[in-house]
């Protein structure tokens, strides 16, 4: 029997990285090739705006998608989240060259207030929500304790890119397939704070700290590669990520819905004050998940060069939520 349609709310639905991400949901990439879709498409009320997504949604309706089952324009969230299974949070506003993620904070703050008052009255008890609009794990934070009605744990960022970021560096310097690596995570924040760790990864069942046994490439060109690769794609593109972003937004919501067979990824999760991370914090984790759940991987040894580096990205985040203290009261 065909299964009911799945309702994916997506916000800056207009935007690149929605250009990027609506095809790939409507063809089944993100929820499964068995799966219809009913996308409910948000964007600010401006004409232009509007008009955009209009040209959008004729586009996918060119495509003649057999698990489109149906999709809205909405310039009002408590309309686009209205029954919402998934939402993906992309409408903010991206940074140029220059920035830091959180230089974004007071203009994209207030978004995920309204937003997360939103989902909080008319989504899905279940509803899986996606922060990745920057800075995420903050406004995934903000969205969270404007839900107090939903589980906190419904309330997700994207440290996917990284983590993919991460694999890719990796299995560069190694010349290894991705495949081969497995038990690799990100920790912490969307910004160049955070922490890419292969000291745990095995790259074809052998530890990666083995093969790859040279502290000043992992500190002077790995760390610093992934964690400001956000930065070098807007220098060089003279835009943020898109393509990119919407593929780990995919993998994302595709590995929680779906599962990860045991296999680790990274997501950027609510802590329940795993590995001393105060509870609460939207942190990037590595995880497992099956059955639409995540679990944090536990009885990790974490040496003291990750301890620093752990340590570094909590006290940024931490900061980011005390310059949002005024927003989620
Ligand atoms: P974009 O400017 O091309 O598109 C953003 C869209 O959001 C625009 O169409 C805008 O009208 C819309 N928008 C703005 N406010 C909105 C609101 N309140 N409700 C609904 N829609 C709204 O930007 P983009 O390149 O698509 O990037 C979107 C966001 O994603 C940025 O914040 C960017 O920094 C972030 N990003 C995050 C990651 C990550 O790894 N977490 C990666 C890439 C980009
Ligand atoms: C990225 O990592 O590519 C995005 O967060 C965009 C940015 O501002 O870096």
Request: aromatic letters at 6%; proline letters at 5%.
């Amino acid at each position: 029997m065909a299964k009911a349609p799945m309702r994916v709310a997506v916000t800056g639905a207009a935007g690149q990285i929605g250009y990027s991400l609506l095809f790939r949901i409507a063809n089944g990439d993100m929820l499964g090739k068995d799966q219809p879709v009913i996308l409910q498409l948000l964007e600010i009320p401006d004409e232009k705006a509007q008009k955009a997504l209009k040209g959008v949604m004729m586009e996918l309706d060119d495509c003649a998608f057999p698990l489109l089952a149906g999709m809205t324009a909405h310039s009002d969230p408590m309309t686009a989240f209205k029954d919402a299974d998934v939402a993906l949070l992309v409408g903010a506003r991206p940074r140029g060259p220059g920035m830091e993620r959180k230089d974004l904070l007071e203009a994209n703050a207030q978004i995920f207030t309204v937003q997360g008052k939103a989902l909080d009255a008319v989504a899905s008890r279940n509803v899986k929500v996606l922060v990745v609009g920057n800075p995420a794990n903050t406004n995934a934070y903000i969205a969270m304790k404007s839900a107090p009605n939903l589980p906190a744990k419904n309330f997700t960022a994207m440290l996917r890119l990284d983590h993919n970021r991460a694999l890719t560096q990796l299995a560069q310097k190694v010349g290894k397939p991705i495949t081969s690596i497995e038990k690799l995570c990100v920790w912490g924040n969307h910004s160049p704070t955070m922490y890419a760790d292969f000291t745990n990864a095995l790259i074809d069942g052998k530890p990666a700290k083995e093969l790859v046994n040279d502290q000043a490439w992992t500190k002077d060109v790995y760390l610093p590669t992934v964690g400001k690769r956000g930065a070098a794609i807007i220098e060089a593109r003279g835009l943020s990520s898109a393509a990119s972003a919407a593929n780990a937004a995919i993998d994302h919501v595709h590995d929680w819905v779906l599962g990860t067979n045991g296999k680790w990824t990274t997501m950027g999760i609510p802590s329940d004050g795993s590995y001393g991370i105060p509870e609460g914090m939207v942190f990037g984790f590595p995880v497992t998940t099956e059955n639409g759940e995540y679990k944090i991987v536990q009885g990790l040894q974490i040496d003291a060069f990750s301890q620093e580096r752990i340590n570094l990205t909590l006290k940024e985040l931490q900061e980011e939520r005390d310059g949002v203290k005024h927003l989620v009261g």
